[in-house]
């Protein structure tokens, strides 16, 4: 069973940051070997991409909105990724969840949440005005 477990959400002020990061487990779960995205859905919205990053963390892909503010990275060795978020509007707050894509070793980052398999529970982020 593989389990993504979010945490580092939080209330902030606008113009500040958060650091999210997404823990992988799970015995049949090689963590080194899939891209990772993040996603987030604000109330009364969509779930929307965010971000991903390539299995070797030499490839990322941000959405518009998210390019300039914010950095995914990842450590294979804990198995861990990463959404550094600076500048943070109030538009930013949604709940934040990581998915680890269907494919191992895949090339090119998408955006599409179909092809993410494996989703966290997610944690709310509240930015404030």
């Known amino acids: 069973q593989v389990q993504l477990v979010e945490s580092g959400g939080g209330l902030v002020q606008a113009g500040g940051s958060l650091r999210l990061s997404c823990a992988a487990s799970g015995r049949t779960f090689t963590f080194s070997r899939y891209a990772m995205g993040w996603f987030r859905q604000a109330p009364g919205k969509e779930r929307e991409f965010v971000a991903a990053i390539s299995w070797s963390a030499t490839n990322t892909y941000y959405a518009d909105s998210a390019k300039g503010r914010f950095t995914t990275s990842r450590d294979n060795a804990k198995n861990t990724v990463y959404l550094q978020m600076n500048s943070l509007k109030p538009d930013d707050t949604a709940v934040y969840y990581c998915?680890?894509?269907?494919?191992?070793?895949?090339?090119?980052?998408?955006?599409?949440?179909?092809?993410?398999?494996?989703w966290g529970q997610g944690t709310q982020v509240t930015v404030s005005s």
């Open positions: 998915a680890a894509d269907t494919r191992v070793y895949r090339s090119v980052l998408v955006r599409q949440q179909s092809e993410y398999y494996y």
